[in-house]
């Protein structure tokens, strides 16, 4: 493990956990790589009194945020909070989406540096936030851009709330904004109520690096705001990559975070040089990452060993600047005849195996029992149910007993429940890629 960092920043380190041996003609190697961020929270203060971080939070004002009304009421409230969270010299707009984008605050395609008085200001303008008009997300994430594209914040971050679908835009459209918007900045997305398309909120947070979360209940969208606004302004450095290198003849297989969340980053990759490739991870505070890496190499003869491949944290620098290395680890592939040796399974890498296919798992099965396939969702819910159990996953544990009856739990034996309420169907799907870290030994 190595370390790497400038005296002001975050210090970066990099652990590799995985069982190096492989049978005669093994050929793929799996790895947990473990990316860990400390010392950043003391920076934050003077980050962003320097300016290093610009925040856009989008509130949906469709016609139906005033059903109930106090979707509307809860989502001013909420920003308002989120705006008073808002460390002084940090810059952020408000943007009111419906099948439009209109900026709330301060207007004329600026944004505004926090303090007192524009704290204040912002407050006062959400007053005047009123429902109307349809649903089309891609013109607020673009407006978001724009406004973001203008600071020279190194935390570019945006925060979408919604509670409806993207009905007065065709998914094309969204998609291109979102593949336009990727790198620009990071997004965390909400869902209020129950009326929303899961896939479309959790879709934006995934192209976007961010979070996904649903706020069935309005009355709490304003302690969620108030903690996503916490986390934003704990972050310190942004557009960090994963880089991974490989020697001659081995190729990466896939490359997952896994862990606080699931989410798939292998066709994220970029070229970084020679046999080199960049992926995205977004921006850090104090935290701890984890992510799934598989290479295939070439077969070797029993008793050679070879560097699979070596992982690099890289903050890329400026258009002809050189990148700063954070933190590195390598990967080792090493032929044996000892069969207990080679059959052996890192922890680690079991445990986040099983993590996926528990996400994969309540995905189909959700999806089975929409289109009424009661053996598929029984299946696949069961074997969630299994998955959840054995690696200490309670909350998703308990999740999936809202949707079934779990008869045993250990064998995965469950009966679909006759009645699911909509808010408990969704958060489960919602928070099905929400992992729990490796057991202790």
């Not at 050929?27 to 856009?56: F, K, M, P, S």
């Not at 008073?84 to 600026?110: C, M, N, W």
């Not at 997952?256 to 080199?276: E, I, N, Y």
């Amino acid at each position: 493990m190595a370390n790497f960092a400038k005296p002001s920043a975050p210090r970066f380190s990099v652990e590799v956990y995985q069982n190096e041996f492989l049978p005669e003609g093994g050929r793929d190697v799996h790895a947990i790589v473990t990316v860990t961020a400390t010392g950043g929270a003391t920076a934050t203060r003077a980050a962003a009194a320097d300016g290093t971080a610009a925040v856009v939070i989008m509130v949906d004002c469709s016609g139906s945020m005033e059903y109930p009304a106090e979707k509307m009421r809860g989502a001013r409230e909420a920003t308002a909070a989120a705006v008073d969270t808002l460390r002084d010299g940090t810059s952020f707009a408000v943007i009111a989406g419906t099948h439009v984008a209109k900026e709330v605050y301060p207007g004329q395609g600026r944004l505004a540096v926090a303090d007192p008085a524009t704290r204040a200001q912002a407050k006062e303008a959400l007053r005047g936030l009123s429902s109307g008009g349809g649903t089309a997300i891609g013109t607020w994430l673009r407006l978001a851009d724009g406004l973001l594209r203008s600071s020279t914040a190194v935390i570019r971050h945006g925060i979408l709330l919604t509670d409806g679908r993207n009905e007065h835009e065709e998914p094309a459209m969204l998609r291109a904004t979102l593949d336009a918007c990727a790198g620009r900045f990071t997004c965390d997305a909400r869902g209020v109520g129950t009326y929303w398309e899961v896939k479309e909120v959790t879709g934006i947070a995934s192209a976007l690096l961010g979070s996904a979360d649903i706020v069935a209940d309005p009355a709490h969208l304003t302690e969620d705001f108030t903690r996503m606004m916490e986390n934003v302004m704990g972050k310190e450095v942004a557009d960090v990559a994963l880089r991974l290198w490989t020697p001659v003849g081995a190729e990466i297989q896939y490359v997952k975070q896994v862990a606080p969340t699931v989410q798939d980053l292998t066709d994220r990759r970029t070229a970084a040089g020679p046999r080199a490739g960049d992926y995205p991870t977004g921006s850090w505070g104090d935290e701890s990452r984890e992510y799934h890496v598989c290479v295939r190499v070439p077969s070797a003869a029993v008793g050679q060993e070879m560097l699979a491949a070596r992982t690099t944290l890289v903050l890329p620098g400026a258009a002809g600047g050189s990148d700063t290395v954070l933190a590195q680890g390598l990967v080792r592939a090493v032929w044996t005849t000892d069969l207990a040796a080679s059959t052996a399974i890192s922890p680690q890498v079991a445990h986040y195996t099983g993590q996926a296919e528990l996400a994969q798992a309540i995905q189909q099965g959700l999806e089975a029992r929409k289109l009424g396939d009661v053996d598929g969702a029984t299946a696949k819910l069961g074997r969630a149910v299994q998955l959840a159990s054995a690696s200490g996953n309670a909350d998703t544990a308990r999740l999936l007993s809202k949707v079934v009856d779990v008869v045993d739990a250990v064998a995965g034996t469950v009966r679909l429940k006759a009645k699911v309420a909509d808010a408990d169907e969704m958060t489960l799907e919602t928070r099905s890629t929400q992992t729990v870290r490796v057991k202790k030994t």
